[in-house]
């Protein structure tokens, strides 16, 4: 063994980046329930390939076969329900992993400078991630995955001039067909997944180069022993290796959980309206996205033109403020120019294209995250109170959303849809003041 | 695990977030359908509502995802039994369950073709096709001269009629829905409740209404076995899934401790 292990290293790093990543790569000894939810979104993609490989030997992307060979997987092939339901419920399980791991990266400032990168290439495996799961939601080809497919493609119509070209040109037809399956099949077993992994390779560099954050916030390179092993700092292996496959049992013991009894997931899992093959002449009566969608769902629904009127005029009143507030004159110019252009906008388009615009805004503000943070600690341990409610009230909006986006719409639903709409955005547009109001606790030196 | 203030902050809130939406949910469906509780255990059960099928609906509906020898294999049915009580359409237990009757036929005799039944019970669910199963009635404005409580104006004829007879549409049991003319308060003696409509017995069949009851039950087992018959497989290996992963759960939980006894 050591004989090989030195030819190998002459010609291949084997030992170098099993040492710079495993063995000898320095973790703050401190992480908590939070810092699962990274490894297990690799097992999930893991997961997610392996039983997407499986699938494809069995699937056929036809129109007229589609659905039929779904069901034919679900019965003629050996084990082949339990990968079908692996790889569908997989799809959620990656999603609550990934919101999770995400909202952990929020409260303990995990993209603050120096981790920018970390977070922004992660925003976009979000949005990558999106992408791959609406395309293979429509490849069972039941009627929710068709109507689904067909309303969120009609959103690009919106775009002034290019967009009715724009969504044809997604679909390869005039609406969703046999052309639209067979592109969407080939992005989601093979373009989207190949983007998925070099990315999820990108953050994984990225976050080694600087290492991983704590809840504690602070650096623990900052603190080294004469080895120049930070103090504070543990082996990933073997250390969070055994750690991590308890999280990793615990995950799957709810996850199979749920695949073994509770496939169906009340029918936010495999919605019923699937269970029947898509059928371009009849409409299920609530069109309803993917869980995972339904709090952007729900922002695109919360635009109509009484919320126009409403957010116009708020606007417009900011701009005139502006003169009015004690700054620089070139701020104000920038301020007053900047809502007066947000007003007219407000005024001159309609609702169908503001709520596609801010649906899209709601997920480039994530991207933003690291620079409209300015408080002066990182975790929401050593924070001010401010920081504290405004993450709460983020979530509660958020987690309302994502309820409203699954139901019909009501009056009463529309307006507590655009008042938890103002509510996230709020959290962002006004993150640069609250995360600089109130007292922070002191940061202490070494990990609590 | 150290949870910070704002998380049980949040915690505290969450319930509050749960009251408030709720209020506005309600209204979307109101249609009234009695529960049915079916086991996929009950394999006598799921005989008899596979002999009910094959009798009564397939000569119409197709099962078309599923094959005979699945069907025997699961339920303890001879391929004997399979083959000359049950099979009217093919010889080969491999085969699909297809209808004897034409699709082109249907559609001429019936305005529609009869919906395949595979996952009619993932699509539609138990409660509605217990309901909807006991709810046909007498109706000499509908072309074929039956109607149904549940879904009205259904395109099928009551296939079932020579088990449970005919009844008539006495009305409905209130329950706040505004111009429902013929409500009554509840069922007088002699009476059927099904859902919310009340129904009369005119005709018997050769089930009494308990009966016909019990076989409507056996009947939406086998549906629900039939949209999903890796369900039994699930509930079979489901334990022992479980209770490898809490054995595995123990012994990672273990190793982990013993690992980090030297971290401070």
Redesign the interface.
């Given at each position: 063994m050591g004989n090989f292990m030195e030819w190998l290293d002459r010609r291949f790093p084997a030992t170098q980046v099993w040492n710079d990543h495993m063995a000898k790569y320095w973790t703050p000894k401190n992480f908590n329930f939070w810092y699962y939810f990274g490894v297990l979104s690799i097992v999930i993609l893991v997961l997610q390939i392996v039983t997407g490989i499986f699938l494809t030997m069995h699937y056929k992307p036809d129109v007229t076969l589609a659905f039929a060979s779904v069901e034919y997987i679900m019965r003629d092939v050996p084990w082949g329900w339990l990968i079908r339901y692996l790889h569908a419920i997989g799809a959620s399980a990656f999603f609550v992993v990934i919101y999770l791991h995400m909202f952990r990266g929020l409260i303990y400032g995990s993209s603050r400078e120096p981790r920018e990168l970390v977070w922004l290439i992660g925003c976009v495996i979000y949005v990558a991630l999106m992408a791959e799961s609406f395309m293979g939601y429509l490849l069972p080809w039941g009627n929710m995955s068709y109507w689904g497919a067909q309303v969120i493609i009609s959103l690009f119509d919106v775009i002034p001039y290019v967009g009715p070209a724009l969504s044809e040109w997604i679909r390869g037809d005039f609406v969703v067909s046999d052309a639209t399956l067979n592109r969407f099949f080939a992005f989601h077993v093979i373009a989207v997944p190949l983007i998925l992994c070099v990315l999820v390779f990108l953050h994984i560099v990225a976050l080694h180069k600087v290492g991983s954050l704590n809840p504690d916030g602070i650096e623990i390179k900052e603190n080294k022993d004469k080895g120049g092993i930070p103090l504070d700092g543990i082996a990933f292996h073997p250390y969070y290796t055994v750690k991590d496959t308890v999280g990793v049992v615990v995950f799957f013991i709810i996850y199979l959980g749920v695949v073994f009894y509770w496939p169906e997931g009340g029918g936010v899992l495999l919605e019923k309206d699937n269970f029947t093959p898509a059928n371009s002449l009849q409409t299920p009566p609530d069109i309803v996205p993917l869980w995972y969608f339904t709090p952007f769902y729900s922002i695109l629904r919360a635009s109509t033109a009484d919320f126009l009127v409403v957010l116009g005029s708020l606007t417009a009143i900011a701009a005139i403020a502006t003169p009015f507030i004690k700054t620089k004159r070139s701020n104000k110019i920038a301020a007053f120019v900047g809502y007066g252009v947000i007003a007219i906008c407000l005024f001159i388009f309609d609702a169908k294209w503001w709520g596609v615009v801010m649906m899209a805004m709601a997920i480039v503000v994530m991207f933003l995250l690291p620079w409209l943070d300015k408080s002066p600690v990182k975790s929401i341990r050593y924070r001010s109170l401010p920081f504290k409610i405004a993450v709460t009230i983020f979530v509660l909006a958020f987690i309302s959303l994502g309820y409203l986006g699954m139901h019909p719409v009501s009056a009463l639903s529309t307006i507590q849809a655009q008042t938890c709409t103002v509510l996230y955005f709020a959290f962002f547009a006004l993150m640069p003041f609250y995360t600089t109001w109130g007292k922070t606790k002191p940061v202490p030196e070494r990990l609590t | 695990?150290?949870l910070?203030?704002?998380?049980k902050?949040?915690l505290v809130?969450?319930p509050?977030?749960a009251v408030?939406?709720n209020?506005?949910?309600a209204g979307?469906e109101s249609l009234v359908l009695d529960s049915v509780h079916i086991d996929s255990r009950d394999t006598e059960s799921l005989q008899r509502g596979a002999e009910l099928f094959v009798t009564y609906c397939l000569s119409c509906h197709s099962a078309?995802?599923?094959?005979y020898e699945?069907l025997a294999n699961d339920l303890d049915i001879s391929l004997e039994k399979l083959s000359q009580e049950m099979m009217f359409t093919t010889d080969k237990p491999g085969d699909l369950m297809i209808a004897a009757m034409p699709e082109e036929d249907a559609k001429e005799w019936f305005g529609v073709a009869p919906?395949d039944l595979?996952?009619v019970s993932?699509?539609?669910?138990n409660d509605w096709l217990y309901t909807y199963l006991r709810g046909f009635y007498l109706d000499e404005a509908s072309p074929n001269g039956w109607n149904n409580s549940v879904f009205e104006n259904a395109a099928m004829p009551h296939a079932l009629y020579e088990l449970q007879g005919s009844q008539t549409l006495v009305g409905h049991i209130e329950h706040g829905v505004e111009g429902a003319g013929d409500a009554q308060a509840e069922p007088q003696q002699g009476q059927k409740l099904v859902g919310d409509a009340i129904f009369e017995l005119q005709k018997a069949g050769t089930l009494s209404p308990t009966e016909f009851d019990t076989a409507m039950r056996d009947l939406v087992n086998f549906l629900s076995y039939l949209?999903?018959?890796?369900q039994l497989?699930?509930?079979a290996?489901?334990p022992w899934?479980?209770g490898w992963?809490?054995i595995?759960?123990v012994v990672?939980?273990l190793?982990?401790k013993e690992?980090?006894r030297d971290?401070h």
């Amino acid at each position: 063994m050591g004989n090989f292990m030195e030819w190998l290293d002459r010609r291949f790093p084997a030992t170098q980046v099993w040492n710079d990543h495993m063995a000898k790569y320095w973790t703050p000894k401190n992480f908590n329930f939070w810092y699962y939810f990274g490894v297990l979104s690799i097992v999930i993609l893991v997961l997610q390939i392996v039983t997407g490989i499986f699938l494809t030997m069995h699937y056929k992307p036809d129109v007229t076969l589609a659905f039929a060979s779904v069901e034919y997987i679900m019965r003629d092939v050996p084990w082949g329900w339990l990968i079908r339901y692996l790889h569908a419920i997989g799809a959620s399980a990656f999603f609550v992993v990934i919101y999770l791991h995400m909202f952990r990266g929020l409260i303990y400032g995990s993209s603050r400078e120096p981790r920018e990168l970390v977070w922004l290439i992660g925003c976009v495996i979000y949005v990558a991630l999106m992408a791959e799961s609406f395309m293979g939601y429509l490849l069972p080809w039941g009627n929710m995955s068709y109507w689904g497919a067909q309303v969120i493609i009609s959103l690009f119509d919106v775009i002034p001039y290019v967009g009715p070209a724009l969504s044809e040109w997604i679909r390869g037809d005039f609406v969703v067909s046999d052309a639209t399956l067979n592109r969407f099949f080939a992005f989601h077993v093979i373009a989207v997944p190949l983007i998925l992994c070099v990315l999820v390779f990108l953050h994984i560099v990225a976050l080694h180069k600087v290492g991983s954050l704590n809840p504690d916030g602070i650096e623990i390179k900052e603190n080294k022993d004469k080895g120049g092993i930070p103090l504070d700092g543990i082996a990933f292996h073997p250390y969070y290796t055994v750690k991590d496959t308890v999280g990793v049992v615990v995950f799957f013991i709810i996850y199979l959980g749920v695949v073994f009894y509770w496939p169906e997931g009340g029918g936010v899992l495999l919605e019923k309206d699937n269970f029947t093959p898509a059928n371009s002449l009849q409409t299920p009566p609530d069109i309803v996205p993917l869980w995972y969608f339904t709090p952007f769902y729900s922002i695109l629904r919360a635009s109509t033109a009484d919320f126009l009127v409403v957010l116009g005029s708020l606007t417009a009143i900011a701009a005139i403020a502006t003169p009015f507030i004690k700054t620089k004159r070139s701020n104000k110019i920038a301020a007053f120019v900047g809502y007066g252009v947000i007003a007219i906008c407000l005024f001159i388009f309609d609702a169908k294209w503001w709520g596609v615009v801010m649906m899209a805004m709601a997920i480039v503000v994530m991207f933003l995250l690291p620079w409209l943070d300015k408080s002066p600690v990182k975790s929401i341990r050593y924070r001010s109170l401010p920081f504290k409610i405004a993450v709460t009230i983020f979530v509660l909006a958020f987690i309302s959303l994502g309820y409203l986006g699954m139901h019909p719409v009501s009056a009463l639903s529309t307006i507590q849809a655009q008042t938890c709409t103002v509510l996230y955005f709020a959290f962002f547009a006004l993150m640069p003041f609250y995360t600089t109001w109130g007292k922070t606790k002191p940061v202490p030196e070494r990990l609590t | 695990m150290k949870l910070s203030n704002s998380i049980k902050a949040l915690l505290v809130a969450l319930p509050i977030l749960a009251v408030a939406p709720n209020t506005f949910a309600a209204g979307a469906e109101s249609l009234v359908l009695d529960s049915v509780h079916i086991d996929s255990r009950d394999t006598e059960s799921l005989q008899r509502g596979a002999e009910l099928f094959v009798t009564y609906c397939l000569s119409c509906h197709s099962a078309q995802y599923m094959r005979y020898e699945r069907l025997a294999n699961d339920l303890d049915i001879s391929l004997e039994k399979l083959s000359q009580e049950m099979m009217f359409t093919t010889d080969k237990p491999g085969d699909l369950m297809i209808a004897a009757m034409p699709e082109e036929d249907a559609k001429e005799w019936f305005g529609v073709a009869p919906p395949d039944l595979t996952l009619v019970s993932r699509l539609r669910k138990n409660d509605w096709l217990y309901t909807y199963l006991r709810g046909f009635y007498l109706d000499e404005a509908s072309p074929n001269g039956w109607n149904n409580s549940v879904f009205e104006n259904a395109a099928m004829p009551h296939a079932l009629y020579e088990l449970q007879g005919s009844q008539t549409l006495v009305g409905h049991i209130e329950h706040g829905v505004e111009g429902a003319g013929d409500a009554q308060a509840e069922p007088q003696q002699g009476q059927k409740l099904v859902g919310d409509a009340i129904f009369e017995l005119q005709k018997a069949g050769t089930l009494s209404p308990t009966e016909f009851d019990t076989a409507m039950r056996d009947l939406v087992n086998f549906l629900s076995y039939l949209a999903e018959p890796a369900q039994l497989q699930r509930r079979a290996i489901g334990p022992w899934v479980m209770g490898w992963l809490v054995i595995l759960f123990v012994v990672s939980y273990l190793l982990k401790k013993e690992y980090w006894r030297d971290v401070h």
